[in-house]
């Protein structure tokens, strides 16, 4: 399928926007355009405009920014394709033929979906019929109001092995096969795959019935599970569906919460006590698909645990693989309720202002990190500590992002050095430092002076170093700047970085300077900020590759005029970084962290030496010792990149 620009603008013209929002929003009409309460947050004063003769809307308050198609990805929450699917039927508008299979794969999802609808309609009127007269009692011992059990379409499969089967034969049993309702076995006639019990619709993004969820009725089967999904089909993904997330995400991105509970009956007792942002995965732990399609609803959805030892194990599991994929200003907040208590026994025995209350008391991703690290083997011993560092460290490096992986890295390692090397008391009184025996003099008043600290030799070298980037840092340094030059869009993000880089031969020509310059000038910040997000936000993935070429030949072109000297092939001295110059953003990050941090790190240290030399004490020997750590990390972390890369 080949959506071409043009076909993508002409789409956009026809679709009204005002209208397109009028369906979800109150708008009204100001001057020549349109404006309302902004949908992706909570203000009372109209700060979200509508341009229809331009295309697009925009809100003052928060920054939110987009066109028809991006409405309906942000706020509908549906995929980029079938964003553009419904606004065509909206406006009327065939779109491009895809090719012959994907013709008859979509179909054959229509008919599929046409199936699921039925056996909605079978299983909702089983539930009001008199074979379903169990099921309306469980629900009614589970207090849901008519009005949820109506919105989220509870149903009743009977106890027959048929019954589906029957009413829904003009569809044949090899599709009710693949959509999951029947099961088949090697010699035998298919059969009903849900049989007494409490039905449960599982949607798609767009509310369209993909799979069914099942509670079992009868107490007496123990070895039938209690809850039962259906398989994985063309329809469903399991691991990549959200229960409710079709209803949850617009009161989402109306409130800024989006909650994640265990299971759809916790789903369904917090709608029914007014909490409607609330989802669930589906028999499986949290996984990184569903993880990313949370953050295009919030960047920081809350994930409610039980509080049992699998509440706890969930909860793990869940950080663990959100951590490779964290990325600025996108996160997740922690919520562990009572021991022993779901969503619905809260509700119930505390009120739903409790509910709230635990909701909005969520802990931080690292908060939780450490906690669970920390509790999960005895500290006893020195072996035990440094167990725990071990885990700290390993999961830190599991981070994708290098500069949330540095924090992270720094928060925790400062959280284990204040529990591994706390500050002794003796007698309610802190213990003072030990100091050697040392020589004063008295000064002409008579009054006693005390010595000078004297300095390590190595600080003294250290001191004359400070302001000079270190020889062999030099080759990484060219590589930055040659990367920098490759994509100037990496200048502005790493600004305040570089102008703390020290003096060298590289530099002392003002390239940084003229860097920063560039960065800062006005045609190249429109090009990399506000113009280029809307160019995005209006093309809808568009290629850009051209752009960071364009504007490396630009600044080449100012550096030569200006007489700079720029750094070449043979200033990376033979080293393996040539996928930093080449603009590679990962590399050119943790390259500039490096550069930066090592020599303050190693003037630090030098001074940590001096210290202990003076007046040893614990506190000082454990700073020494952490520098020691951190100066060994940053040299094994500039080996291990050049000869991670070498090896590709």
Not at 26 to 38: D, I, L, N, S, T
Not at 48 to 55: A, S
Request: glycine letters at 10%; aromatic letters at 6%; proline letters at 7%.
């Amino acid at each position: 399928m080949s959506l071409t620009p043009q076909w993508l603008d002409e789409l956009r013209t026809r679709v009204s926007l005002s209208a397109l929002i009028g369906r979800s929003v109150r708008v009204q009409k100001a001057g020549r355009e349109f404006k309302a309460c902004c949908p992706f947050h909570n203000e009372k004063t109209p700060s979200f405009t509508i341009n229809d003769e331009k295309g697009f809307y925009h809100c003052f308050g928060c920054g939110a920014h987009g066109d028809a198609i991006r409405w309906m990805t942000d706020h509908q929450g549906l995929p980029f394709m079938d964003a553009v699917k419904d606004l065509a039927a909206l406006a009327g508008m065939d779109v491009p033929a895809p090719d012959p299979r994907a013709a008859k794969a979509a179909e054959a999802a229509r008919t599929l979906h046409d199936t699921m609808a039925a056996a909605q309609d079978f299983f909702a009127r089983n539930l009001t019929g008199d074979g379903g007269a169990g099921a309306r009692a469980y629900l009614a011992t589970r207090g849901f109001p008519p009005a949820i059990i109506a919105a989220f379409g509870f149903g009743y499969a009977p106890e027959s092995r048929g019954g589906l089967k029957s009413a829904l034969a003009s569809f044949g049993d090899a599709q009710l096969v693949e959509c999951g309702l029947l099961i088949a076995v090697e010699g035998r006639d298919p059969y009903d795959r849900f049989r007494g019990r409490l039905m449960l619709p599982i949607h798609d993004p767009r509310g369209r019935v993909i799979a069914f969820g099942g509670r079992i009725l009868a107490a007496d089967k123990t070895d039938a599970p209690k809850y039962l999904n259906s398989p994985d089909t063309p329809l469903f993904d399991k691991g990549r569906t959200l229960y409710n997330l079709h209803r949850a995400a617009p009161a989402a991105r109306s409130s800024g919460r989006l909650i994640v509970v265990e299971g759809y009956m916790d789903v369904v007792a917090l709608a029914a006590a007014g909490i409607a942002e609330a989802v669930a995965p589906l028999g499986t732990a949290l996984t990184e698909d569903q993880i990313e399609r949370l953050w295009r609803v919030v960047p920081c959805p809350v994930l409610c645990f039980d509080g049992d030892a699998a509440g706890q194990r969930a909860a793990r599991r869940a950080i663990m693989r959100a951590l490779p994929l964290l990325k600025p200003g996108h996160s997740l907040s922690i919520v562990t309720l009572p021991k022993g208590m779901d969503p619905d026994d809260v509700v119930k025995s505390q009120g739903a202002a409790a509910m709230e209350a635990l909701l909005a008391g969520g802990t931080s991703l690292i908060e939780t990190l450490w906690q669970g690290e920390r509790d999960a083997a005895p500290l006893a011993t020195p072996e035990d500590k440094a167990g725990l560092k071990q885990r700290l460290i390993e999961a830190t490096e599991t981070i994708g992002h290098p500069d949330i992986r540095a924090l992270y890295r720094r928060d925790l390692l400062d959280r284990f050095g204040a529990l591994a090397y706390p500050a002794r008391e003796a007698g309610g009184q802190q213990r003072k430092p030990f100091t050697p025996a040392q020589r004063g003099k008295r000064r002409p008043d008579g009054r006693w002076q005390p010595p000078e600290m004297p300095l390590a030799p190595e600080y003294i070298t250290q001191m004359r170093k400070v302001g000079q980037v270190d020889q062999t840092l030099r080759p990484l340094l060219a590589a930055v700047l040659m990367g920098l030059i490759a994509d100037p869009r990496l200048i502005a993000r790493h600004g305040e970085a570089l102008t703390r880089i020290g003096e060298s031969d590289l530099t002392g020509g003002g390239l940084i300077e003229s860097l920063l310059e560039f960065a800062d000038s006005p045609v190249h910040g429109m090009a990399s900020g506000m113009a280029a997000d809307m160019a995005a936000d209006m093309s809808s993935g568009m290629d850009q590759d051209g752009a960071p070429a364009l504007e490396s030949a630009q600044l080449v072109t100012k550096l030569q005029d200006k007489g700079v000297v720029l750094p070449g092939p043979d200033d990376l001295a033979g080293m393996p970084y040539d996928f930093i110059a080449r603009g590679d953003p990962v590399g050119v990050a943790e390259s500039v962290e490096i550069i930066v941090e090592l020599p303050l790190v190693e003037g630090a240290l030098a001074q940590a030496n001096a210290q202990t030399q003076h007046a040893l004490t614990e506190e000082s020997f454990a700073e020494q010792q952490r520098l020691v750590q951190r100066r060994l990390a940053l040299r094994a972390r500039l080996g291990q990149m050049g000869r991670a890369r070498a090896a590709l």
